[in-house]
């Protein structure tokens, strides 16, 4: 769900963990996107070879099972999200995942999860990465290596016309969807603050579990705007046929990054040297243009790149 721009708190960490079990398959509800759609190529993600040097990197209790697990929120399109089927899992993301796996001889399975479970499902173990659209920023650095591979902003959408004037900088007294967990909740409630301060009514901000709602929410009138991640506002406002569109610019931009566990040897320069393999050998350009999101390539793949 980073910008998500997604976000979480850490102390929150250890209540989500200990609260995870090993039944089910973690869902986030978010319902089935269309695939291809406007400005989406249909074509596959190009063939991979293998890296023999960075597969060694990769530790062997991930590596035994000849697959890579990795837990995503699947209600972002364009980056993460459900086929028509219903089941499968498709996306920037998701070709870019299993590419990763491609160059590090492994295959990658990836399994729907709520957006706020992911990281405490790879403390518990229950997935060895996690690809999600996840920001990468300082606080989730205290917790999993961020190897990053792209770029985003915050964007603000509303029904077409803005019919409410919505500005960004003064959001007081206006219903604003966005997903948990994403740090436009942060955001909205640094800002809402900032509004009560000035004698000015709050905004109501309206949080649902699968970004998939956001959108929803607003197409039905039941917010008068939504934040979200730049791609994931571009992809809705071409998915919802002239029903949207984007107010303002996009801001506050930051790397995403893949999820990696602390403490796993030479784990994070495996998928690091394979996400800069990508990015050298234009496997990762084609990914990023057939998603139509090559605006937020990057030219360079860091670990924990917050950091500095």
């Given at each position: 769900m980073c910008i998500k721009i997604r976000t979480f708190a850490v102390a929150l960490l250890a209540v989500a963990v200990a609260g995870c079990g090993a039944g089910g398959n973690g869902s986030g509800g978010g319902s089935a996107a269309p695939s291809g759609g406007a400005g989406v190529s249909t074509n596959p993600a190009p063939a991979v070879q293998k890296d023999e040097a960075l597969a060694k990197l990769v530790p062997s209790d991930v590596a035994s099972d000849g697959k890579i697990v990795v837990g995503s929120d699947a209600s972002y399109a364009p980056n993460e999200f459900v086929d028509k089927d219903g089941t499968t899992i498709i996306g920037m993301d998701v070709d870019l995942g299993k590419a990763v796996g491609q160059k590090l001889g492994l295959e990658v399975e990836f399994q729907n999860s709520a957006f706020d479970?992911?990281?405490?499902?790879?403390?518990?173990?229950?997935?060895?990465?996690?690809?999600?659209?996840?920001?990468?920023?300082?606080e989730r650095e205290k917790v999993v290596d961020m190897v990053t591979y792209f770029s985003a902003g915050t964007k603000?959408?509303?029904v077409k016309g803005n019919p409410d004037g919505l500005n960004i900088d003064d959001l007081c007294g206006k219903t604003i969807a966005v997903q948990r967990g994403t740090?436009?909740?942060?955001?909205?409630?640094?800002?809402?603050?900032?509004?009560?301060?000035?004698?000015?009514?709050a905004i109501n901000?309206?949080?649902?579990?699968?970004?998939?709602d956001v959108t929803l929410a607003l197409t039905g009138k039941r917010a008068q705007g939504m934040l979200a991640d730049s791609p994931v506002v571009d992809y809705a406002v071409a998915q919802t046929n002239g029903q949207l569109e984007v107010v303002g610019e996009a801001y506050d931009t930051a790397p995403y990054g893949i999820a990696v566990p602390k403490n796993s040897g030479d784990y994070a320069k495996a998928v690091q040297g394979a996400v800069q393999a990508l990015m050298n050998d234009g496997t990762y350009k084609a990914i990023v243009d057939k998603w139509s999101v090559s605006s937020g390539a990057i030219p360079e793949s860091k670990i924990n790149g917050a950091a500095g």
């Amino acid at each position: 769900m980073c910008i998500k721009i997604r976000t979480f708190a850490v102390a929150l960490l250890a209540v989500a963990v200990a609260g995870c079990g090993a039944g089910g398959n973690g869902s986030g509800g978010g319902s089935a996107a269309p695939s291809g759609g406007a400005g989406v190529s249909t074509n596959p993600a190009p063939a991979v070879q293998k890296d023999e040097a960075l597969a060694k990197l990769v530790p062997s209790d991930v590596a035994s099972d000849g697959k890579i697990v990795v837990g995503s929120d699947a209600s972002y399109a364009p980056n993460e999200f459900v086929d028509k089927d219903g089941t499968t899992i498709i996306g920037m993301d998701v070709d870019l995942g299993k590419a990763v796996g491609q160059k590090l001889g492994l295959e990658v399975e990836f399994q729907n999860s709520a957006f706020d479970g992911i990281l405490p499902g790879i403390a518990a173990k229950k997935y060895e990465l996690g690809m999600s659209s996840f920001t990468d920023n300082a606080e989730r650095e205290k917790v999993v290596d961020m190897v990053t591979y792209f770029s985003a902003g915050t964007k603000m959408a509303t029904v077409k016309g803005n019919p409410d004037g919505l500005n960004i900088d003064d959001l007081c007294g206006k219903t604003i969807a966005v997903q948990r967990g994403t740090v436009q909740v942060d955001a909205l409630t640094a800002r809402s603050e900032k509004c009560t301060a000035a004698g000015k009514p709050a905004i109501n901000q309206q949080p649902f579990q699968a970004q998939t709602d956001v959108t929803l929410a607003l197409t039905g009138k039941r917010a008068q705007g939504m934040l979200a991640d730049s791609p994931v506002v571009d992809y809705a406002v071409a998915q919802t046929n002239g029903q949207l569109e984007v107010v303002g610019e996009a801001y506050d931009t930051a790397p995403y990054g893949i999820a990696v566990p602390k403490n796993s040897g030479d784990y994070a320069k495996a998928v690091q040297g394979a996400v800069q393999a990508l990015m050298n050998d234009g496997t990762y350009k084609a990914i990023v243009d057939k998603w139509s999101v090559s605006s937020g390539a990057i030219p360079e793949s860091k670990i924990n790149g917050a950091a500095g």
